[in-house]
């Protein structure tokens, strides 16, 4: 049971330059999300999908773009990379879903994308 | 706005000892207290969880002890181990509509020396 994957698990980018980052879970969960986390400032939430074909923006979705492809997969783009993007960054998933809010499910992280942008 | 402040930034910890990491939230609202520990390279796991109207939750050497009117909680490593050596996030959750709000503490970095 892979659980929560995302790939590619290093990147380097220049200025300006664009990527996707990807995320697929095999847990049949209803929801998705993305986190960013920096030192000193904890885990922020970039953007969510509580279902497929739903995305609403967290608390900082500016420079990012998203997309949930189908129930398993949440892809996370940067258009035009800037250093204040350089970050770790996580995809969860969760039960909790749009017709059903279970309070007590956890989110499950995959192991994070290291980016740096120069 | 910081709603859920979690202390210390960073705690040493001799192995055996207790760690105590504290955490304090504002909106009564909330109504689950979820623990998670993340070890370095990897991704924040669950480790222990807590609603309000409980006031202490044990699993093993870790504690979660809550108390309400004072809308603080905290987590307790008993007989704390080099392994135990991660970074820990208190949060408080919420209904939101047709979703759970997560709102994260900023995280405390426990080292357990040897």
């Known amino acids: 049971n892979a659980g929560v994957t995302q790939t590619p698990k290093f990147q380097v980018l220049k200025t300006g330059q664009s990527m996707t980052l990807q995320c697929a879970q095999d847990m049949n969960h209803n929801s998705m999300y993305w986190y960013r986390q920096d030192p000193g400032m904890g885990l922020r939430l970039i953007y969510y999908s509580a279902s497929e074909g739903t995305t609403d923006k967290g608390e900082v979705p500016n420079g990012y773009n998203v997309s949930r492809l189908n129930k398993r997969e949440f892809s996370l783009r940067l258009e035009s990379a800037a250093p204040s993007q350089t970050s770790v960054y996580f995809c969860?998933?969760?039960?909790?879903?749009?017709?059903?809010?279970?309070?007590?499910?956890?989110?499950?992280f995959g192991n994070g994308t290291r980016l740096t942008v120069t | 706005q910081q709603q859920v402040k979690q202390s210390p930034q960073s705690l040493i910890v001799q192995k055996g000892g207790i760690s105590i990491i504290n955490c304090a939230y504002e909106n009564t609202a909330f109504d689950y207290f979820p623990w998670y520990q993340q070890f370095p390279g990897k991704g924040p796991a669950l480790l222990i969880a807590?609603?309000?109207d409980v006031s202490e939750k044990k699993e093993g050497r870790f504690t979660i002890s809550f108390n309400k009117s004072a809308k603080q909680f905290s987590l307790h490593i008993m007989d704390s181990q080099p392994g135990d050596s991660a970074t820990y996030f208190c949060?408080?959750?919420?209904?939101?509509?047709?979703?759970?709000?997560?709102?994260w503490g900023l995280g405390t970095s426990l080292a357990v020396n040897p």
């Open positions: 969860a998933s969760s039960e909790v879903g749009r017709f059903r809010v279970p309070y007590n499910s956890p989110l499950h």
């Open positions: 949060a408080a959750s919420m209904d939101a509509g047709n979703n759970r709000k997560l709102i």
């Open positions: 807590i609603r309000p």
